[in-house]
């Protein structure tokens, strides 16, 4: 079994509610829209916005058979957006069992910035 690692002072992560509108995007389609995300902060790495699957448009997305795991989160679960073609896949990641130090990721998925728009919409 892979190891498990809680998050401390040298690999910090944080899971906060983002208070602004998060918009994603393919081209003019839009694939989610929330007030509800949540921002998790990894040690230095930009921050992630998750998601709620509720404010996501589930049906553009095709679950594929990639996985990965990360130490600290648990085992990642990937999905691809259909109307993107061949750059939209594997673009969408969740945690369906993350760790209890992230639990609040259930249920949210995250997107590839680079694969997507998204856009932060300060009310």
Request: proline residues 8%.
């Amino acid at each position: 079994m892979a190891e498990k690692k809680i998050p401390g002072p040298d690999h910090p992560i944080t899971v906060g509610k983002n208070p602004d509108r998060v918009v994603v995007k393919v081209g003019d389609q839009v694939i989610a829209d929330t007030r509800e995300a949540l921002s998790l902060q990894e040690a230095s790495y930009p921050a992630v916005q998750y998601i709620p699957r509720d404010d996501v448009d589930l049906t553009l997305l095709e679950r594929t058979e990639h996985a990965t795991y990360c130490p600290y989160k648990g085992n990642a679960s990937y999905f691809s957006i259909v109307p993107a073609g061949a750059d939209g896949v594997n673009a969408v990641w969740t945690y369906e069992q993350p760790y209890d130090a992230v639990a609040d990721i259930r249920d949210h998925v995250a997107f590839y910035p680079n694969k997507v728009s998204i856009e932060i919409i300060a009310d």
